[in-house]
């Protein structure tokens, strides 16, 4: 029988709970006692009335002037998960299990493992996961924060009330669960969380939330987990033995935001871009899909580059399980997917990481360790082994949750030096007085040593702009264990070249050469991206000298040089048909210049150029061997003429790449064998609005040249390439 409180005042411990302070609620709320002490105590801020068990069940007694309950069941049979029945104060029924009636759900073993960052799931175990306790179903929440003194669940189900779900304590590990019974997917939620030195109360999303509201708004969504039944089991059958070292790989980066929008300005469902770009990107010969940051952030003009939700595809273009489709359908067509991903740097906006429970936890406390200035944002704390948990799960998320098929890790140089754009006193130097980051580095060769090892096939590049030995040769020898580094010094090299008058290129044909010479220290993606097209840089056709066509030439030799120079490729949307402005995230590109042959023919060129380069082994058997390349001159600067072949076991192609706007006629290169050879691309073809000069079959004279025993003379064209087989 039920039996009131005898008194109306609350014990410190109680108030501790009524003011949110209480570390350990379970120790007060719930059942506790046996026998005649038995007690079930709930605290319900908003009930008028309490029963247990049903509508008519025996009624809780308020402990007067108080939002605590009570029930004495004495000796009567109460089962172990109880369900509450109560009316609020406005006259509304509710009813649920009682959440503190339930016992910790995260076994040790997930806290061990998570407390030596060796946690690649963790992902399963933190946030908030449907789940089932002795068949009552509801919603699992937990979380790190080791110094809170609280930290409660708020959401749209409890009137965002810290007081209504404080969280149970896990101890030494710092993660704070609860086992809320009753709630489903789509409900929103944060957390509240009391810090215990100073008594700051911060509100915070979720780190590992997996689905978050439309921006602004920043509330987690509750998912339902695999529910998505893919299609696409040949392609990830395949995948492990794919051998993309000696593949063709054409990436097409692309900002999903601003490639294609409605008619109305807004943004396309992951579903309508899937459908759209992969018959675009399929139709121009790309093997691959490289999309910038789709995890969740706050700011579209940040690009994606400051994240808030790892483990999250932004809601701007839908649903995780369109996500899903999207990538589903891109390997169903042959696609492969790339994220570009960043675990350098994260952003200060207050309801994420920065200072998650009231003190630097995510990131170093020094701002000389912990702030990058010129981008102000936060550096992760790689010491820290939860935080390295943290990042080296959210890599394994994206690739076994998703199917994607690598990752681009975002401003690796930012991550190994200590000194990183930073003033002489700004910095604090290495244990052995040095300015590498040394767990940055060992946090890299843990991420590559372990997801090559858990999903073969995938690959993982870095945008590193320094000369750091070894970025992509296995962490057994010493280095980092990349897959592949973005080629910055030939970008730069090359860019800076093409960007000076042709009258003056003569005085700069080092910068056409001198790639050669480190072309094979790294596995090297050539990289024209995003960020040459932003930012005062303007667009690839503007940086090219001279009139209108004489732009476009040089940017069809410009591309020429890029898919028959060793590297796999990256173009950036846009390029490919020469967009006259500079990119923007605000706004789609410029399709409309399709209409006019110049840019279609571009396109065009492009198209081809993937085609030529998938389906001749010389062009991407050996792009990161030397056996795969050799001059057959490089010293033509007075007439900025370059002559190379490009080889495979069987096969063998020449390309000559004139970087003026003078027609060579007569022009003699000494080639290996004898024979007809034959013009198999000319990037000054009428079929890409180019004048039309070129060969069609020429055939060799045994005149030695070049230290060759034979010759040939081609007509070459103003400012294009031309490829030659026999």
């Not at 709970?17 to 709320?29: G, M, V």
């Not at 948990?389 to 998703?402: D, R």
């Not at 296995?474 to 042709?502: A, C, R, V």
């Amino acid at each position: 029988m039920n039996k009131p409180s005898k008194t109306n005042t609350l014990d410190s411990e109680l108030i501790k709970l009524t003011e949110a302070k209480h570390h350990d609620p379970f120790a007060l709320l719930g059942r506790h006692g046996q026998g005649r002490d038995n007690v079930i105590r709930v605290y319900l801020p908003y009930a008028e009335t309490v029963r247990i068990s049903s509508p008519k069940g025996p009624e809780f007694s308020r402990i007067p002037d108080t939002d605590f309950f009570e029930y004495h069941p004495g000796n009567e049979a109460i089962p172990e998960h109880y369900p509450l029945f109560w009316t609020d104060k406005d006259g509304y029924d509710h009813q649920h299990y009682d959440p503190y009636c339930f016992g910790p759900v995260l076994p040790e073993f997930d806290q061990h493992l998570f407390a030596e960052g060796r946690h690649w799931h963790i992902y399963k175990k933190l946030g908030s996961h449907l789940h089932s306790v002795a068949d009552i179903p509801g919603v699992h929440f937990a979380v790190w924060a080791p110094n809170a003194q609280r930290v409660s669940v708020i959401g749209d189900f409890n009137r965002w009330d810290g007081r209504c779900h404080p969280m149970r304590s896990l101890g030494s590990s710092g993660i704070w669960e609860i086992f809320i019974p009753g709630l489903s997917a789509g409900c929103l939620y944060k957390f509240e969380i009391l810090n215990r030195h100073t008594g700051q109360l911060l509100v915070k999303t979720d780190p590992y939330g997996q689905h978050f509201e439309f921006r602004p708004q920043t509330a987690a969504i509750v998912t339902v987990e695999d529910s998505y039944t893919w299609q696409d089991g040949s392609w990830m059958d395949h995948r492990p033995q794919h051998d993309w070292l000696h593949q063709p790989m054409s990436i097409y980066e692309v900002h999903l935001g601003s490639w294609r929008r409605d008619h109305r300005g807004n943004f396309l469902n992951y579903r309508e871009l899937a459908e759209q770009l992969v018959d675009y990107v399929k139709e121009l010969g790309f093997t691959h899909i490289e999309l910038l940051p789709v995890t969740e952030h706050p700011l579209d003009i940040s690009w994606g580059y400051q994240t808030t939700g790892y483990f999250a595809p932004t809601s701007r273009h839908g649903t995780p399980d369109d996500f899903r489709y999207f990538v589903d359908h891109c390997h169903q067509n042959g696609i492969g997917v790339i994220l570009d991903w960043v675990p350098a740097h994260f952003p200060k906006d207050n309801f994420a990481l920065g200072r998650f429970d009231g003190t630097p936890l995510y990131e170093h406390e020094d701002p000389r360790k912990g702030e990058h200035r010129d981008w102000g944002t936060l550096i992760y704390n790689y010491s820290r082994n939860e935080v390295k948990n943290f990042l080296l799960s959210s890599a394994f998320f994206w690739l076994e949750e998703f199917h994607l098929d690598g990752l681009r890790v975002d401003a690796v140089a930012s991550m190994l030096y200590l000194d990183y754009s930073r003033d002489a006193n700004d910095w604090i130097p290495n244990m052995y007085g040095g300015n590498e980051n040394l767990e940055a580095i060992d946090f890299l060769r843990q991420m590559n040593t372990v997801t090559h090892e858990q999903h073969p096939g995938t690959v993982i590049m870095a945008e590193e702009s320094t000369s750091w030995p070894q970025v992509t040769r296995p962490t057994w020898t010493g280095g980092l264990g990349f897959s592949m580094k973005w080629n910055m010094g030939w970008m730069h090299d090359i860019l800076h070249y093409m960007q000076e008058q042709p009258i003056h290129r003569s005085y700069h044909h080092d910068s056409l050469t001198f790639g050669l010479l480190y072309a094979f220290t790294e596995n090297f993606v050539l990289p024209f991206s995003h960020d040459e097209v932003v930012h005062g840089k303007g667009s690839m056709l503007n940086k090219m000298p001279g009139d209108e066509w004489q732009r476009f030439a040089n940017l069809r030799l410009l591309y020429t040089m890029m898919f028959t120079y060793p590297g796999k490729k990256l173009l950036f949307m846009g390029c490919e048909f020469g967009q006259g402005t500079e990119w923007s995230c605000n706004r789609t590109l410029d399709w409309y210049v399709l209409d006019y042959p110049h840019h279609k023919g571009l396109q065009t060129l492009v198209k081809d150029l993937n085609k030529l380069y998938s389906s001749h082994t010389a062009l991407h058997r050996y792009d990161f061997d030397h056996h795969g390349f050799e001059w057959i001159d490089c010293h033509d600067y007075q007439q900025s003429i370059i002559s190379y072949r490009r080889k495979s076991a069987h096969e063998d192609l020449i390309v000559i790449l004139n970087f003026t706007p003078v027609p060579r006629e007569s022009y003699r290169i000494g080639v290996p064998n004898p024979g007809t050879y034959y013009e198999i691309f000319n990037s000054d073809s009428q079929y890409y609005d180019g004048s039309n000069l070129g060969n069609g079959s020429v055939l060799s004279e045994p005149q030695p040249w070049m230290n060759q025993d034979h010759s040939i003379s081609v007509t070459l064209p103003p400012l294009a390439g031309i490829i030659l087989k026999m």
